[in-house]
């Protein structure tokens, strides 16, 4: 395809089929077709060759050599138009300079300007003829028929005026004019248009391919950064041995080395080993994280630390890269309603364009002009009038900003996803796994019985070291999070036995000689045990927060208090800050306690908190909010969420999350970060901007062009430079996008 009015011919012919749907983007090349089950790929490809264009079911993606001009490394079309364009450039100059300048004009000039001009028209312009061959052929015209009729015009006028009129007598000279002037036909030679158009249209293209090509640079990259070979640990008896292989060969099961500075092949879990992890290519997170067995992995994540050995849980098209790879390019496949009533304009313009070109001819000869001045302005409408910068307004936005979005590990699904953040004005923030970290942790220690310093010091720490080793037996989330800060401010816990889980209760068992209990007030009530009035009065407190504290006895007496919460993110509050800078009014939802929600928004800076709410009632609590008049922005990470995601206006999934909230979601946010969420919203709102420039360039271009060429005040030659310089701002103004950045 050539133009916009290239894709809209396609999309067209396809959507004739029964049962077929098809869209056929302009700038990746691609149609997406939905088909019914009778309908093979072959007989849609036979369709798209009836219509005089080739088609081929994609390949699966995979990574490309990309030259240090992010040309990709064997582009032959690239490098058609590199080499026509030097050609056309070499030739052309001599050409232009001599017809704009007349004092460069020796005798004869006019035959020379002829032996130059000749192989620009005829092979650097050879596309535009092919092209316009083959459309003539199937009864079409796109912008390479204005093209090819334009310079072909210029040049065989210039052939008559050489052989049969005077413009080949020696020593003829005329002067270079920026718009149309009267005068004798049969004397004025347009070589210098012929040559001019040629090479401006084609250094067009050339920079608009290279920029496409660079504007894909994205999922280029994100299909490059995986590993391309991998350590399988093959096991024969007791014994187990390295075996290198490629990654196409590692199947889920697995388990595979992975040493200090290594990427980790693919999804999995830590089998063995602990180290600190670099997921920054994957998921734009500049910290190492730190990982231990039964840890999850993603695939090209870096191993910063020591060896691992990872059991391959997903692997080829299941992995989270993959998955990335594959929303990337259906959202850059995709088309915005603003794209579908350019690509309708620009299927009906060309013929329009020819209509005005033709009438333009036939209106100034009516109206008494010389033929010259008829031709020139009939040539400058057919040349100025090409609706490539149409065509590529929205979907190299697209390109550049779904891309761009993904280096930051933003994964937007599709452009009519920018359009929604336009107009949203309320975020409703799941708590759990969102604002907080969703994992619990220790938040404070009360102690009894404990007078100065160095005693509770020393109580504290006893407190921590017997409870930890207790609830270190457990699998309880609390259990956890006081085993793994007792072991942190401890040191190793020891171990502990006769150990029992008492449901609804809490835990108990004998550490070091000490008979100990961790729990609620009703267990220690069955151990006719008391607590006193200090601890009870701290419990009420944390509780009043929507803290959950536990209390901890040994040996007959209770010694003291532990309380566990959910951690606000360290971004949370700043991440509420900027969502609140674009205009949004943030909304907490959460199904825990009131007391606990309202304490986490005011951490953070919320004023409305939804609380106590049910999983399946998330979706009424959104449906009720769009009832008033808001545009409703939801974000959220578990399977719990996935409804209330689909059914807001726009849904905005953690990375972290759930598989189901990822695919209910309109964006998913690789890095957990709720900041992630505002910079979505951001890219989204910047993209959507360059996009409505892009066709107000676009139009106006054509609209204020158009009426010059035909009252004849534009010279052909500069109405292709015009042309082909709105097509480069266009693809130029896009690119600006790729210098977006993250506000964090």
Known sequence: MTCASCAARIEKRLNRMDGVEASVNYATEKAIVSAPAGIAAQALIDEVVKTGYTAAVPAPPVAEAVAPDGTGGADAELIGLRQRLIGSLVLSVPVILIAMIPALQFTYWQWASLALAAPVVVWGAWPFHRAAAVNLRHGAATMDTLISLGVTAA????????????AGMPGMTHGFEWTATPGDGADQIYLEVAAGVTTFVLAGRFFEQRSKRRAGAALRALLEIGAKDVAVLRRVGDEASETRVPIADLRVGDEFVVRPG??????GVVASGTSAVDASMVTGESVPVEVEPGDAVIGA?????????????RVGDDTQLAQMARLVEDAQSGKAKVQRLADRISGVFVPIVLL???GTLVGWLVAGASATTAFTAAVA???????CALGLATPTALLVGTGRGAQLGILIKGPEVLESTRTVDTVVLDKTGTVTTGRMALVDVVVTGADGADAAGAARAELLRLAGALEHASEHPIAHAIARAAAEETGPLPDAASFQNLPGKGVSGIVEGHAVLVGREALLAEWALAVPSELVKARSAAEALGRTAAVVAWDGAVRGLLVVADQVKPTSAQAVAQLRALGLDPVLLTGDNSAAAH?????VGIDRVIAEVLPHDKVAVVTRLQAEGRVVAMVGDGVNDA??????????AMGTGTDAAIEASDITLVRGDLRSAADAIRLSRATLGTIKVNLFWAFAYNVAALPLAALGLLNPMIAGAAMAFSSVFVVGNSLRLRRFRSRH
């Not at 290594?262 to 999804?267: F, G, N, P, S, Y």
């Not at 994540?301 to 849980?313: D, F, K, P």
């Not at 409804?643 to 905005?652: I, K, N, S």
């Open 155 to 166: 040049f065989l006028w210039s052939l008559y005026a050489l052989f049969l009129g005077g």
């Open 643 to 652: 409804a209330a995601l689909a059914q807001a206006d726009l849904g905005l």
């Open 356 to 358: 005005l070109s033709l």
């Open 262 to 267: 290594e990427k980790i092949a693919t999804d």
């Open 381 to 387: 409408v057919l040349i100025i009038a090409c609706p």
């Open 599 to 603: 304490a986490i928004a005011e951490q």
């Open 301 to 313: 994540t870096v191993n910063a630390g020591g060896r691992l050995v990872v059991r391959a849980t």
